[in-house]
C-alpha cells in the first residue's frame, strides 16, 4: 500500500503507526504523529492500523539549549 509521510510516498506492507515508526528508527516517546490531519495519542500508536492512502506527519522532539 501507498501512504505519505511528511509529504514523501514511501510503500509500506500493512502495519501500525507504532511498526511504521520502529521500521523508520523512530523512538515512539520522542514523536507526535498527526494522522490524517488529527492529533492521533500515543497510547493509540500501537493499535492503529495504517491504510492505503493515509498521510501522517511525524514531529520529533529535539532538546536543547
Known sequence: MEILVNGERKVIE??????????????????????????????????????DGDRLEIVQFVGGG
Open 14 to 51: 500493512t502495519c501500525t503507526v507504532l511498526g511504521l515508526l520502529e521500521s523508520l528508527g523512530i523512538d515512539p516517546r520522542r514523536v507526535a504523529v498527526e494522522l490524517n490531519l488529527e492529533i492521533l495519542p500515543k497510547a493509540d500508536y500501537g493499535a492503529t492500523t495504517l491504510r
